[in-house]
């Protein structure tokens, strides 16, 4: 499984910008799928997930209301539409095939990861 997350840039705050993250290999209907973010000098954190169906999200507390995670099985592509951008979003997003769906965020620790991360897209907001 190959992922390719785009649709980083720079947008000033308050903002909005959509991630996209392609997926190819192996049957994307049936992934639950994550992103997650890393700022510099920090570890990579949990953003949001959503179930194979699409049908049940989680976010993280720190974006909830603002950021939606979407999946397009017929297009093996999985979303992340961002909202009212802040500077503290500002950070690489990658996004993950993961092993399971809980709606309890602190079930995403990265060790739940199928596969490897791939390459993340930088978004950088500016104030």
């Known amino acids: 499984v190959q992922l390719q997350a785009s649709g980083g840039g720079l947008v000033q705050a308050g903002g909005s910008l959509r991630l996209s993250c392609v997926v190819s290999?192996?049957?994307?209907?049936?992934?639950?799928m994550a992103w997650f973010r890393q700022a510099p000098g920090k570890e990579r954190d949990f953003v949001a997930a959503?179930?194979?169906?699409?049908?049940?999200?989680t976010y993280a507390d720190s974006v909830k209301g603002r950021f939606t995670i979407s999946k397009d099985n017929a297009r093996n592509t999985v979303y992340l539409q961002m909202n009212s951008l802040k500077p503290d979003d500002t950070a690489v997003y990658y996004c993950?095939?993961?092993?399971?769906?809980?709606?309890?965020?602190?079930?995403?620790?990265?060790?739940?990861?199928?596969?490897?991360w791939g390459k993340g897209t930088q978004v950088t907001v500016s104030s």
């Open positions: 959503i179930n194979w169906s699409g049908r049940f999200t």
């Open positions: 290999g192996g049957t994307f209907s049936t992934f639950y």
């Open positions: 993950a095939r993961v092993s399971s769906f809980s709606s309890d965020t602190s079930h995403y620790t990265g060790r739940e990861i199928v596969g490897d």
